[in-house]
């Protein structure tokens, strides 16, 4: 078997449906299997499906039901992917006849920018692969700062290569950015990967993620920033390891900037928000305070229409 689907699910089966809807062509011919992990889901997963497999824990959260995942995996290639994506089916063959092809010594493979459907439920329009663009080699010393290589979803692992590694697992006791660390480990580990951009057939469903909808409660404040805190810490030690590289600095930069306007907009205590800026260091006080300022002014004109 070639791809194994890694798909936690927690009270989400009308989107799961939908994903394995979508992979329904691939577990039919026998060349990928969707195992799905119920992670607890207060009416527990039933679905049947050649290709197909439910593994059922107490809930413990997506890192303890991605890890379960990968341990059953059968494929010789692992993709995590979540419950309320789907996989557009333009340039799925062609990615499984290069996957084929790829070199024995290869770890880790990166298939370029995620597509994100709107809220307003249109998918985009999505074409098959540019098959004059070719599989490059890229060193992590070269790892851009816009890249998605870091959303776990565009990287597809060899499985025998990840088994050697166990050190590389999702973060049981991390709910935020869990996968973000996951993913730089799997790159720092591997050195380099291949990347082939032209493949854009990835699409989010709902586009619902945490930085981009609602406000933070309270409590989930609290614990979201300790686990941001653990993540610059660790992000830190990854751009020290890397000192010499531009790139890796600028990606530092960019995620030390966007999590610290992400707390200001989720209206988080400005205790939790020094927290962080403590880790990170070199912050204008001025700058999250006129940020939250036009924040409150775009939301208010927004309410006013």
């Known amino acids: 078997m070639l791809l ?13 449906e939908e994903c394995v ?47 379960a995942g990968i341990a059953a995996a059968q494929g010789d290639f692992v993709w995590p992917v979540d419950a309320d994506d789907v996989v557009l089916a333009d340039g799925i063959e062609c990615l ?9 010594e290869v770890p880790l493979f990166h298939i370029g920018a995620m597509v994100k459907q709107e809220r307003s439920g249109e998918r985009p329009a999505v074409g098959a ?11 992590l010393r070269l790892l851009r700062p816009r890249t998605s290589i870091t959303d776990h979803t565009t990287n597809i692992i060899r499985r025998s290569w990840l088994a050697e590694h166990p050190e590389l697992r999702y973060a049981d006791d991390m709910s935020l950015l869990e996968d973000t660390v996951f993913s730089l480990g799997v790159v720092e ?44 810490r660790f992000l830190r030690q990854f751009a020290e390891r890397h000192s010499q590289s531009d790139n890796v600095q600028q990606f530092y930069e960019r995620y030390r900037y966007v999590y610290l306007r992400v707390m200001a907009v989720k209206g988080c205590p400005w205790s939790d928000i020094s927290s962080v800026m403590a880790i990170v260091g070199r912050v204008r006080w001025y700058q999250l305070p006129l940020y939250r300022l036009f924040t409150y002014l775009c939301r208010l004109l927004r309410s006013k229409r």
Do not use: K
């Open 4 to 16: 194994s689907f890694i798909v936690p699910v927690y009270n989400a089966a009308a989107a799961f």
């Open 21 to 67: 809807a979508s992979l329904r062509p691939l577990l039919d011919s026998g060349v990928a299997e969707v195992v799905a992990v119920d992670d607890g889901s207060e009416v527990p997963l039933q679905f049947d499906c050649a290709g197909l497999r439910i593994i059922r824990q107490q809930h413990r959260g997506a890192s303890a039901a991605r890890n």
């Open 96 to 104: 499984l006849d290069d996957l084929r092809a790829m070199p024995a």
């Open 129 to 139: 692969p540019d098959a004059s663009l070719t599989w490059h080699c890229v060193p």
């Open 189 to 232: 580990a591997a050195g380099s990967c291949l990347c082939n951009d032209s493949y854009r057939f990835y699409c989010n469903r709902t586009y619902n993620a945490s930085s981009t909808a609602g406000a933070w409660a309270e409590g989930r404040s609290r614990r979201f920033t300790v686990d941001i805190c653990r993540f610059f």
